[in-house]
Antibody, heavy 119, light 107 residues
Framework: EVQLLESGGGLVQPGGSLRLSCAAS????????MSWVRQAPGKGLEWVST????????YYADSVKGRFTISRDTSKNTLYLQMNSLRAEDSAIYYC????????????WGLGTLVTVSS | DIQLTQSPSFLSASVGDRVTITCRAS??????LAWYQQKPGKAPKLLIY???TLQSGVPSRFSGSGSGTEFTLTISSLQPEDFATYYC?????????FGGGTKVEIK
């Protein structure tokens, strides 16, 4: 059974940093690109970032480019999102998502971890 | 960036109604479109991919159609468990984008 378990969310001050983790199980992690998608309270879904299966390619939304870094550790079956220079508008539930195939639509999602950026 | 515009943004319907949601892309995306259902407090659930392919386990009352710039999600007979918010997503180009969502509520 595919499972994605996010952790690392919490309350952080503007300008601060946070690292999110997503522990994956139930599938061959090393063969799938992985993504982060966020949802601000009461708002819609926003794609944040994707990393290729081998980790050599990364893609970011313009809203986070230069501040967030996606990475993965295949030995630990874990996906990460390093978030720096956080802003109030980064407050959201962050979901880890697995694509169905080489096409990046998502057949499995984690439960999400809440990030709140506030002083 | 490819913008996805969903309409309507809000829909009030009764059990048994036929419901259609539209997603329009700002440029052609072939059939690289997916639809998701999200209930309050839950992660999104994949319903349809490649514009018209039903994800395994999804009831056949859900269907998708379209290509290029105009797509539709149809629920043939709305059931109580279908009251939720629906999103489209394009996967043709980065940045990946989602539509603004359509909330389906009980009339």
């Amino acid at each position: 059974e595919v499972q994605l378990l996010e952790s690392g969310g919490g309350l952080v001050q503007p300008g601060g940093s946070l690292r999110l983790s997503c522990a994956a199980s139930g599938f061959t992690f090393s063969t799938y690109a992985m993504s982060w998608v966020r949802q601000a309270p009461g708002k819609g879904l926003e794609w944040v970032s994707t990393i290729t299966s081998g980790g050599g390619g990364t893609y970011y939304a313009d809203s986070v480019k230069g501040r967030f870094t996606i990475s993965r550790d295949t030995s630990k079956n874990t996906l990460y999102l390093q978030m720096n220079s956080l802003r109030a508008e980064d407050s959201a539930i962050y979901y880890c998502a697995k694509p169905y195939s080489s096409l990046i639509f998502f057949d499995y999602w984690g439960l999400g971890t809440l990030v709140t950026v506030s002083s | 960036d490819i913008q996805l515009t969903q309409s309507p943004s809000f829909l009030s319907a009764s059990v048994g109604d036929r419901v259609t949601i539209t997603c329009r892309a700002s440029q052609g995306i072939s059939s690289y479109l997916a639809w998701y259902q999200q209930k309050p407090g839950k992660a999104p659930k994949l319903l349809i991919y490649s514009a018209s392919t039903l994800q395994s386990g999804v009831p056949s009352r859900f269907s998708g159609s379209g290509s290029g710039t105009e797509f539709t999600l149809t629920i043939s007979s709305l059931q109580p468990e279908d009251f939720a918010t629906y999103y489209c997503q394009q996967l043709n180009h980065y940045p990946l984008t989602f539509g603004g969502g359509t909330k389906v509520e009980i009339k």
